[in-house]
């Protein structure tokens, strides 16, 4: 469970550092770091579906629902990851044509835009598999101590947002500020 908020949290952070960036003749290292990032939220993802299994719950419908939506998460991060691959090697290729190249092809920034729109909902379903997950291990273990027991309504309203900060918050600069 705790894996799954973790990556809540990490999808976040890369959405949000995908949603600030916008590609230039110089950005393929930049490129190759948030394709790098979302190839790891990709592991992350398939680390806590084996977690999960590692459990040994009952395969009711609200587990299997849980691990296939995290199995959807990673399969959509690495495609992700292989979209900003091929932004890189589109701006690599043409920084390497044209040294004096200002702008780039929409190609670049339409596959930034397409890797985005690819991790977009998983912070929300890493969140969402995970109080499901817990559910299910405390209504299997009722003994069992779960982070969603000790958390009041508004809290868990408060949970269930976070992974919506950048979608629902501010578009990018109005306000909001990077970070280095």
Same mark, same amino acid.
């Given at each position: 469970? %705790?894996?799954?908020? $973790?990556? *809540?949290?990490? +999808?976040?952070?890369?959405?949000?550092? !995908?949603?600030?960036?916008?590609?230039?003749?110089?950005?393929?290292?930049?490129?190759? /770091?948030?394709?790098?990032?979302?190839?790891?939220?990709?592991?992350?993802?398939?680390?806590?579906?084996? #977690?999960?299994?590692?459990?040994?719950?009952?395969?009711? #419908?609200?587990?299997?629902?849980?691990?296939?939506?995290?199995?959807?998460?990673?399969?959509?991060?690495?495609? /992700?990851?292989?979209?900003?691959?091929? *932004?890189?090697?589109? +701006?690599? #290729?043409? *920084? !390497?044509?044209?040294? %004096? !190249?200002?702008?780039?092809?929409?190609?670049? /920034?339409?596959? +930034?835009? +397409?890797?985005?729109?690819?991790?977009?909902? *998983?912070? %929300?379903? $890493?969140?969402?598999?995970?109080?499901?997950?817990?559910?299910?291990?405390?209504?299997?273990?009722?003994? $069992?101590?779960? /982070?969603?027991?000790?958390?009041?309504?508004?809290?868990?309203?408060? !949970?269930?947002?976070?992974?919506?900060?950048?979608?629902?918050?501010?578009?990018?600069?109005?306000?909001?500020?990077?970070?280095?």
């Amino acid at each position: 469970m %705790e894996r799954l908020l $973790a990556l *809540a949290g990490d +999808v976040t952070r890369h959405n949000d550092a !995908l949603s600030l960036f916008r590609p230039t003749a110089a950005s393929g290292p930049a490129l190759g /770091a948030h394709s790098d990032s979302a190839t790891q939220l990709a592991h992350a993802a398939l680390t806590a579906v084996q #977690a999960v299994r590692d459990q040994q719950l009952y395969a009711s #419908a609200d587990l299997i629902d849980a691990t296939v939506r995290i199995k959807q998460v990673a399969y959509l991060s690495g495609e /992700a990851a292989r979209h900003l691959a091929e *932004a890189r090697a589109a +701006v690599t #290729a043409a *920084a !390497l044509a044209n040294p %004096e !190249l200002a702008n780039l092809a929409d190609g670049a /920034a339409e596959q +930034v835009q +397409v890797a985005q729109e690819l991790t977009a909902l *998983a912070p %929300e379903a $890493a969140v969402e598999s995970a109080a499901g997950i817990a559910r299910e291990i405390h209504r299997r273990r009722p003994s $069992a101590a779960t /982070a969603v027991d000790d958390l009041a309504t508004a809290e868990l309203s408060a !949970l269930h947002s976070c992974p919506r900060a950048r979608r629902d918050g501010p578009e990018p600069g109005q306000g909001v500020r990077p970070q280095p």
